[in-house]
């Protein structure tokens, strides 16, 4: 029998929503029923907007409030990109509404907020994810395997990866990113989430025992309060001597790379959060070796290309479509996904560890798994 329709309600108006609203349409097995914002005329010129360029075969309400949203009959989830500071409170009453929850990241000012969210939304047995788009590429399914085949890379012995963009002045004066009550975590929420969720992805999950974090600049907030990281250096040290780096910041031009080094080779992907522009993602594997003959000495990289058909955010296969399907095929399943709201909450805990080290001048800080 088919299923029905999965109902989407959006929780504000952020422009990440607008490619959220995409994938949504692309998913094949959602629709959007209604959008809420602070502001009715905002919420109606956003549907306006997305409409005409995307547009549903009957457009989502605008609903006058948040709570008019999760109070509504015709929506069964609801994603949130609010700001961090209050995302808390309205994860908790999505849960108390029985509305499923995909959630922006990071997900909570504090490891202890987010235990609070996730354990509402198992007690009220709606579904809960973060909002991070690369962990449904296809392309990660080929990479798991070519780390999982013991050759190409062997053992891990490091991981390493960056993510920035270049802010600039109005950036800094007028974007909810540099305000400490709304985004406390600066770049490390925005920025470094993704890199520290690649490194715990690569690691199968496990967590580091022991975090170090820099924040080498900060920005003021523009509310005057605390400033808020805007580049930031964080290392973690795993069991069996395996070590990961990651750099994260407003500062410096636009990269998100990984490399993953292995005792047999590396894998190096160029874009891990989001592909750049074209139809395929792709990644690389070498197993460079030197081979000298008389006073000749060659390095030869031995290196393999990977390749994946995976569209933009415009089409069915893209990353955004993808999470989305998968988080209704989930829920008509019947059954919860664990596995989704624990790495969520994994990668809290490294975040959060990460900063308490920065704020103790880069000192070790160690983390136990949670019982």
């Not at 989407?8 to 949504?24: E, M, P």
């Not at 309400?61 to 409170?89: F, I, N």
């Not at 400033?227 to 001597?241: N, R, Y």
């Not at 919860?336 to 900063?355: D, F, G, I, R, Y």
Request: glycine share 8%; hydrophobic share 40%; with cysteine.
């Amino acid at each position: 029998m088919e299923q029905p329709l999965f109902r989407w309600g959006i929780l504000g108006t952020a422009n990440i929503a607008r490619k959220n609203w995409q994938g949504i349409r692309n998913s094949g097995n959602g629709i959007l029923t209604a959008v809420a914002s602070r502001s009715p005329d905002r919420g109606r010129r956003f549907i306006a907007e997305c409409q005409a360029a995307t547009p549903f075969a009957t457009p989502p309400r605008a609903m006058d409030s948040y709570e008019a949203l999760l109070a509504s009959e015709e929506v069964d989830g609801v994603y949130l990109p609010l700001p961090t500071g209050p995302r808390k409170e309205w994860v908790l009453r999505a849960a108390r509404a029985g509305k499923h929850v995909v959630c922006e990241k990071p997900c909570a000012v504090s490891v202890a907020d987010l235990v609070e969210m996730l354990e509402a939304c198992r007690r009220h047995r709606v579904q809960f994810m973060d909002g991070v788009m690369f962990t449904h590429a296809s392309r990660l399914g080929r990479m798991r395997s070519v780390l999982d085949d013991g050759i190409t890379i062997g053992k891990i012995r490091r991981i390493d990866s960056a993510f920035s963009f270049k802010g600039n002045e109005e950036f800094f004066h007028s974007n909810i990113r540099a305000r400490g009550e709304l985004e406390p975590h600066g770049c490390v929420g925005d920025l470094g989430w993704y890199c520290i969720r690649f490194t715990l992805w690569a690691m199968d999950g496990r967590l580091p025992r022991h975090v170090s974090g820099r924040s080498l600049c900060a920005a003021p907030s523009q509310t005057g309060g605390a400033p808020v990281p805007s580049e930031f250096s964080g290392e973690m040290l795993f069991d069996e001597g395996v070590s990961a780096g990651f750099y994260c910041s407003f500062l410096t031009q636009l990269q998100e790379w990984a490399y993953i080094s292995g005792t047999e080779g590396y894998l190096h992907a160029r874009d891990f959060v989001l592909p750049f522009f074209g139809c395929e993602t792709a990644f690389e594997t070498l197993q460079p070796a030197q081979h000298i003959r008389g006073c000749d000495f060659n390095l030869e990289p031995n290196r393999q290309s990977w390749k994946t058909k995976e569209y933009g955010n415009s089409h069915p296969t893209a990353q955004e479509s993808n999470l989305f399907r998968a988080f209704v095929e989930q829920v008509q399943s019947g059954t919860l996904n664990e596995a989704w709201p624990e790495m969520a909450l994994k990668t809290q805990q490294v975040m959060q560890a990460s900063l308490a080290s920065a704020a103790a001048g880069g000192k070790l800080v160690s983390l136990e798994p949670r019982a």
